[in-house]
């Protein structure tokens, strides 16, 4: 079975740092780009960016370049997204999500919930 | 960027309703639109993708149109289950922007 499994949630203080991940397994891990996307308190998705594990090709959204790092550890197929320093404002439910051959996120991450708050 | 827009934003209907849904792109994308499904604390689910092919697993009353700028999501005999919040993106160019989401609950 196809999967993507997310770390689970995190606390944080404003200025912290902060690392979460999502696991691939039951697929060629390397050879599908992730994606990544934000959904902050009851609003919409938002589109972050996408890694291509094979070669760390990364393709950021601008609202969200310099604010995020995209990384991939391929030996355990496993994806991260990190913040230097955390604002209140990071405070989200981040989904990772796999695209298909055409472009549709057909497998999705249960989602991890970050909470900023001092 | 391209920037998706989808309408109306929320709508009330009924068991047994057809419902469409529009989203329109600020530019030409081909058919590379899709089409989520979110219910309250579950991750979005793929219902369509390239504008009209409908996903595995995806029951036949979820349908798709559309190409150049302007999408169509319907939805035939609205079930109790399809009180949701939909969202359009598209996958044409990065960044692969969301619509901002319609919501469809009970009249």
């Known amino acids: 079975e196809v999967q993507l499994e997310q770390s689970g949630a995190e606390v944080r203080k404003p200025g912290e740092s902060l690392k979460i991940s999502c696991k691939g397994s039951g697929y060629n891990f390397v050879n599908y780009w992730l994606a990544w996307v934000r959904q902050m308190p009851g609003k919409g998705l938002e589109y972050m960016g996408r890694l291509y594990p094979a070669d760390s090709d990364t393709r950021y959204s601008p609202s969200f370049q310099d604010q995020v790092t995209f990384s991939v550890d391929k030996s355990i197929t496993t994806a991260y997204l990190q913040w230097r320093s955390l604002k209140a404002s990071d405070t989200a439910i981040y989904y990772c999500?796999?695209?298909?051959?055409?472009?549709?996120?057909?497998?999705w991450g249960q989602g991890t919930t970050v909470t900023v708050s001092s | 960027d391209i920037q998706m827009t989808q309408f109306p934003s929320s709508l009330s209907a009924s068991v047994g309703d057809r419902v469409i849904i529009t989203c329109r792109a600020s530019q030409s994308i081909n058919t590379y639109l899709n089409w989520y499904q979110q219910k309250p604390g579950q991750a979005p689910k793929l219902l369509i993708y390239?504008?009209?092919s409908l996903q595995r697993g995806v029951p036949s009353r979820f349908s798709g149109s559309g190409s150049g700028t302007d999408f169509t999501l319907t939805i035939n005999s609205l079930q109790p289950e399809d009180f949701a919040t939909y969202y359009c993106?598209?996958?044409?160019?990065?960044?692969?922007?969301f619509g901002q989401g319609t919501k469809v609950d009970i009249k």
């Open positions: 390239t504008a009209s």
């Open positions: 999500a796999r695209p298909g051959a055409l472009g549709g996120l057909d497998v």
């Open positions: 993106q598209q996958s044409y160019k990065d960044p692969r922007a």
